[in-house]
Structures are given as C-alpha cells and as structure tokens.
C-alpha cells in the first residue's frame, strides 16, 4: 500500500475547506450507512487519524497497525480493498481526495435520512444561509401536473423527485390526514394568519417610524455654533443642540484644556446644516489635515467674516432662519 503514502502530502482546496477533523466525525457516525464493515472503518479511520496528526508518512500503516491490532498485511489489504471499492477516493497521482470522501460521507449520511429529517435539516441550512429567497431548501417543492398520469413532485429546479422519496412523502401525507381533522388545520391557518397580520402591522409601524425620524432629521433644530483657538495657535469649531453656550465652554475647557480662546459664538437656527454645510465647507482650504478636517489655520481675515455674520443666503438661512434677498430680508 505505499501508493497511498505521498497523499498525506496533499494541500486541501476548493469551495469548501474540508478538514481532516470534519471527516473523520462524519465517518464515525456514518460508517454504516456508508456501507463499511467494522473492520474498513478502524483502518479508514486510523489513516484519517495519523494524517491528522501528522505522523511520518513512511511509518503510516505500521501506525495503523499498531492502533487496530492488525498486522501489516491485513492493514494493506484493507487499504487495497477500500481503493478497490471507490470507498477511499484517489488522484491520478494517487493522493487522497478528502473532499470526495467527505461529500461521499455526507450522501450517505443525508440517504439513510427519513424524508422528514432531511427536509428539516435542509430547511435549518437554508436559514443559517440566509433564508427562503436565495437559498431554496428541500422542501420547497411544486406539484408537477405535465404528466399522462397523477400529480409528481418537482423540486425548485423542475427535476422530479425518485420514486422512493415520492412514496414516503404520500405516505407521511396520508399519516398527517389520519392524526389532524379539518378543525385542527382550521385552527392552525387562523392562528398563523393572525401572526401574519401582527408582524404586517409591526413592519408598518417600523416603516413609519422610520419614516417619522427622516422627516425629523430633515426638520431644522436650534443650536449654538462654538469658534475657539486652540494652545497650538489653530482654530476649531464645535456645536451643540442641547447645552447652553456657557456649559458647552465650560465641556470644551474640560477637553482642551482652560488655555483655549473663545473667539466666536452664533446661535444658529438649522445647526447640523449650518455646521456641516456651510461651516466646515467655507474653510476647507484652511484645515491643517485635509482628512480629519477638525482644525483650521484661520487668518484676521476669516475671524472677521466669521464675527460680522453676513454669510451668503443659505448660510443666512441656516444661521438665522432668514434669506436675503437685496437689501431684503424675509423670514421663512
């Protein structure tokens, strides 16, 4: 059986990862369904275990051996017949396939299945994936009527179902009829029709809220817009919807420090505007780091602009509710 030994070396790829971990807790659970006597799967299961541990390949099924009871000769003669049997997946290089026998394991686990327990495990797969929409479970089938005769089952991608699942599910059909009469289905469509209105109405009103906090958020609110110089000779601006102007001083000094200047402060009409759109706009040029943008090197010049409050008409309307038109100037 050396063949097998370079497969250890083997880097795993592809869609999934598979582990070698993965495997081997599918094949404990699985052997059977997969159709392996104790004895194939005390030696598939100490291959898997060495890789695991990654053991000298060249001693690999002296390992086995070891751990099962087997001679040497019995372990390769296993190893050969599970080849033989496609049971241990190889290359053409005669590398181990662990995706393939993981995706054998899965089949095999997935066919010893009940209809019912592999609808719900495909039904718990689709939400951990991200529900109905994109991700269709097994269950969602459509009844096929393009037959010569009865009804068959499709699944969402039009492929009719095998015969076997076709006759557990009329059978499991029929056991649903026999155990619920027609009060029980009435009272459970009543019941979840009532769910369906109450999380109608929730997303209604979320919807409303939601839309209730956009037109608030668009809504101007009244504020103090705050011009201070720093110890490091630079300007920054702060604002403030809730506090008065001399507490907001006040939490700045506690911020900065009580060696900051004050050097302005508006009380402005559509603050979060006034602040981001006008203020912070007019003076990109003069912000010392282009990207925080949060301290400003102002001239004589901009101080003043800033202290005479004659802003252009937006600005104006922003600051003060007002806009100015000519020598006008009107309340909006």
Same mark, same amino acid.
């Given at each position: 059986?050396?063949?097998?030994?370079?497969?250890?070396?083997?880097?795993?790829?592809?869609?999934?990862?598979?582990?070698?971990?993965?495997?081997?807790?599918?094949?404990?659970?699985?052997?059977?369904?997969?159709?392996?006597?104790?004895?194939?799967?005390?030696?598939?299961?100490?291959?898997?275990?060495?890789?695991?541990?990654?053991?000298?390949?060249?001693?690999?099924?002296?390992?086995?051996? +070891?751990?099962?009871? $087997?001679?040497? *000769? #019995?372990?390769?003669?296993?190893? !050969?017949?599970?080849?033989?049997?496609? &049971?241990? /997946?190889?290359?053409?290089?005669?590398?181990?396939?662990?995706?393939?026998?993981?995706?054998?394991?899965?089949?095999?686990?997935?066919?010893?299945?009940?209809?019912?327990?592999?609808?719900?495990?495909?039904?718990?797969?689709?939400?951990?994936?991200?529900?109905?929409?994109?991700?269709?479970?097994?269950?969602?089938?459509?009844?096929?009527?393009?037959?010569?005769?009865?009804?068959?089952?499709?699944?969402?991608?039009?492929?009719?179902?095998?015969?076997?699942?076709?006759?557990?599910?009329?059978?499991?059909?029929?056991?649903?009829?026999?155990?619920?009469?027609?009060?029980?289905?009435?009272?459970?469509?009543?019941?979840?029709?009532?769910?369906?209105?109450?999380?109608?109405?929730?997303?209604?009103?979320?919807? +409303?809220?939601?839309? $209730?906090?956009? *037109? #608030?958020?668009?809504?101007?609110? !009244?504020?103090?817009?705050?011009?201070? &110089?720093? /110890?490091?000779?630079?300007?920054?601006?702060?604002?403030?919807?809730?506090?008065?102007?001399?507490?907001?001083?006040?939490?700045?000094?506690?911020?900065?420090?009580?060696?900051?200047?004050?050097?302005?402060?508006?009380?402005?009409?559509?603050?979060?505007?006034?602040?981001?759109?006008?203020?912070?706009?007019?003076?990109?040029?003069?912000?010392?780091?282009?990207?925080?943008?949060?301290?400003?090197?102002?001239?004589?010049?901009?101080?003043?602009?800033?202290?005479?409050?004659?802003?252009?008409?937006?600005?104006?309307?922003?600051?003060?509710?007002?806009?100015?038109?000519?020598?006008?100037?009107?309340?909006?």
């Amino acid at each position: 059986m050396s063949a097998i030994i370079p497969a250890y070396k083997r880097k795993y790829g592809g869609l999934k990862m598979i582990y070698i971990g993965d495997v081997i807790t599918l094949l404990a659970r699985n052997f059977k369904n997969y159709d392996l006597s104790i004895d194939e799967f005390l030696v598939l299961n100490g291959l898997l275990t060495n890789l695991n541990n990654n053991l000298n390949h060249r001693k690999t099924v002296e390992n086995i051996a +070891q751990t099962t009871s $087997k001679t040497i *000769e #019995e372990v390769n003669s296993i190893l !050969n017949l599970l080849v033989e049997s496609e &049971k241990l /997946p190889l290359d053409e290089k005669y590398m181990i396939q662990l995706d393939e026998l993981y995706y054998a394991l899965n089949r095999a686990e997935r066919e010893a299945m009940s209809l019912i327990e592999r609808i719900k495990r495909a039904k718990r797969e689709s939400y951990q994936m991200g529900g109905y929409g994109e991700f269709p479970h097994m269950g969602m089938v459509e009844l096929g009527v393009n037959t010569e005769k009865g009804i068959c089952i499709q699944d969402n991608e039009g492929f009719i179902w095998n015969r076997k699942m076709m006759k557990e599910l009329a059978h499991e059909i029929i056991e649903f009829v026999n155990h619920y009469d027609d009060e029980d289905i009435e009272k459970y469509n009543k019941g979840l029709q009532e769910r369906k209105e109450r999380e109608a109405e929730r997303r209604k009103r979320e919807l +409303q809220e939601r839309q $209730k906090q956009k *037109e #608030e958020a668009r809504l101007p609110v !009244n504020g103090n817009i705050i011009i201070f &110089k720093i /110890p490091n000779g630079y300007y920054k601006f702060s604002y403030s919807t809730q506090l008065s102007v001399s507490t907001k001083i006040v939490n700045l000094k506690e911020q900065y420090g009580d060696h900051i200047q004050i050097i302005h402060s508006i009380e402005v009409h559509d603050t979060m505007k006034f602040y981001h759109q006008f203020l912070k706009k007019q003076f990109t040029n003069r912000a010392v780091d282009k990207q925080r943008n949060s301290e400003y090197d102002l001239t004589q010049e901009d101080i003043e602009f800033i202290k005479n409050e004659k802003y252009p008409s937006n600005a104006m309307e922003w600051a003060f509710g007002t806009v100015t038109t000519g020598n006008e100037e009107s309340k909006s």
